[in-house]
């Protein structure tokens, strides 16, 4: 539901907001003690079960009590609430953006698809809330809880939440999903801001493994970005995902590794690359896991000497990639160990 929906406020023609609920005028031309008496009135006769469709555009309360009435759609934009209880209340889809909400407990709220950009959130509960798809775009939490909340699909990009408490990977994680974690990624610029405010948190909490995921979808999103707009970077990018999970992922490392070492050892059969040095005038084939053992030495420069290439400049060149390949591998699984772990 829109804000056209709602009545324009009856002050004139000067003004073009439009009435809060229960009010012929806006918040800046109403009385303060009369509208709050009514609305306080309003909630305390409220059916719970029923929908209600609220304006409370730049409204500023406290202590009141909206716990489990479904809101949703409603415009909360720019109010200021104190020290108010929205327990089990359904605001999905609802605009709030601006909205700021001190001491107030959100325990259990529906919050799915909310506005929230630059809301400020102190000292409150959001505690086994529903935000998935919610944007948080610029939201500020200070002494907020998140303990068991749902933040899959939300958009958080240039969030604040050095004061958040309770907050993991497992809040990111789709229960309809079967627990895949995850933000928004619709857009991969956006996403991977999105992902970096987390890592930051979860790195300056010491939930590592936290940030390892946040580090490496945050880095998938970027290569996203590089492909839509095309930017060559995308190519490097992919390679790093492949070889390492961008230093995150050290298996990633050692697979790759023996990858290198089976394709050579395949095309060295194929080719017939190898030789015994014991008898270099023979062009008889080696055995193919003589192949991959001659790959495999060449791989981790031991060179024993047993095996050698047969001459030619394609041989030659083959067996010097596999050689560079080698330490160049070795070097970034040490780099990626200590990236991963020094942190521990």
């Known amino acids: 539901m829109t804000s056209q929906t709602f009545p324009k406020c009856s002050f004139g023609e000067k003004c073009a907001e439009f009435a809060v609920s229960f009010s012929s005028f806006c918040w800046e031309h109403s009385n303060p003690k009369e509208f709050l008496a009514s609305l306080s009135a309003e909630l305390k006769n409220r059916h719970v079960e029923k929908p209600l469709v609220l304006n409370l555009k730049k409204v500023v309360c406290e202590n009141l009590d909206f716990s489990k009435i479904n809101f949703s759609g409603s415009i909360l934009s720019q109010a200021h609430f104190s020290d108010c209880h929205f327990v089990g209340t359904h605001l999905s889809n609802s605009n709030m ?87 928004s990624e619709k857009h991969g610029l956006v996403a991977f801001e999105s992902y970096r405010t987390i890592k930051h948190y979860f790195y300056d909490q010491g939930f590592y493994e936290d940030a390892s995921w946040a580090a490496y979808r945050g880095l998938t999103m970027e290569r996203k970005h590089f492909f839509e707009t095309r930017d060559p ?66 791989f981790t420069t031991v060179g024993f000497g047993d095996l050698v290439p047969r001459p030619g400049a394609l041989f030659q060149l083959l067996t010097c990639a596999e050689a560079f390949s080698g330490p160049f591998m070795a070097g970034l699984y040490i780099f990626t160990l200590t990236r991963r772990y020094a942190a521990h």
């Open 97 to 183: 953006i601006g909205a700021r909400f001190d001491g107030c407990d959100l325990v259990g709220s529906d919050l799915r698809n909310a506005h929230l950009t630059r809301a400020i959130f102190n000292h409150c509960l959001l505690s086994h809330s529903d935000l998935r798809g919610a944007y948080l775009v610029e939201a500020h939490f200070n002494e907020t809880d998140f303990m068991a909340s749902l933040l899959s699909g939300t958009v958080l990009w240039n969030a604040d939440f050095r004061g958040v408490k309770n907050l993991r990977k497992k809040n990111f994680e789709n229960p309809d999903a079967k627990g895949l974690a995850a933000l």
């Open 233 to 298: 970077r995308y190519f490097p990018s992919l390679l790093m995902d492949i070889l390492s999970g961008y230093t995150e992922k050290p298996h990633r490392v050692i697979l790759s590794s023996l990858t290198v070492v089976l394709l050579f050892g395949v095309l060295y059969f194929l080719l017939n690359v190898p030789q015994a040095s014991a008898n270099l005038n023979s062009y008889s084939r080696i055995s193919f896991l003589d192949s991959i053992y001659f790959s495999f030495i060449t």
